[in-house]
């Protein structure tokens, strides 16, 4: 089993930034991947971005390209997503998910976190 717990969320005025953090606890997994996902009211959940286990290859969906950052330190099993710039439209809960393959097995599942509030608002 894995356990995600983010925090970080907060009401913020346009313009201004947060930082998104994102637990992960458990035994018995290796997790590949972390995702950050959101969604505003009224709307379907959208993925935000995806980060490697190493790291090395980040994707962001077209809408947060050069205003958000995800990251992770591996050391403290924390994913990281850095928002510059929020906009109104970035209002929402942010839910991370990992993408986790049991040591011993070959499939993978997904784990949710419980998702934290950010609202942009002046």
């Known amino acids: 089993q894995v356990q995600l717990v983010e925090s970080g969320g907060g009401l913020v005025q346009p313009g201004g930034s947060l930082r998104l953090s994102c637990a992960a606890s458990?035994?018995?997994?290796?997790?590949?991947?972390m995702a950050w996902y959101r969604q505003a009211p009224g709307k379907e959940r959208e993925l935000v971005a995806i980060i490697t286990s190493s790291g090395g290859i980040t994707t962001y969906v077209n809408s947060v390209k050069g205003r958000f950052t995800i990251s992770r330190d591996n050391a403290k099993s924390t994913t990281y997503l850095q928002m510059n710039s929020l906009k109104p439209e970035d209002t929402g809960t942010y839910y991370c998910?990992?993408?986790?393959?049991?040591?011993?097995?070959?499939?993978?599942?997904?784990?949710w976190g419980q998702g934290t509030q950010v609202t942009v608002s002046s």
């Open positions: 458990g035994s018995g997994f290796s997790i590949h991947a």
């Open positions: 998910k990992a993408d986790a393959m049991a040591v011993a097995g070959v499939r993978h599942y997904d784990y």
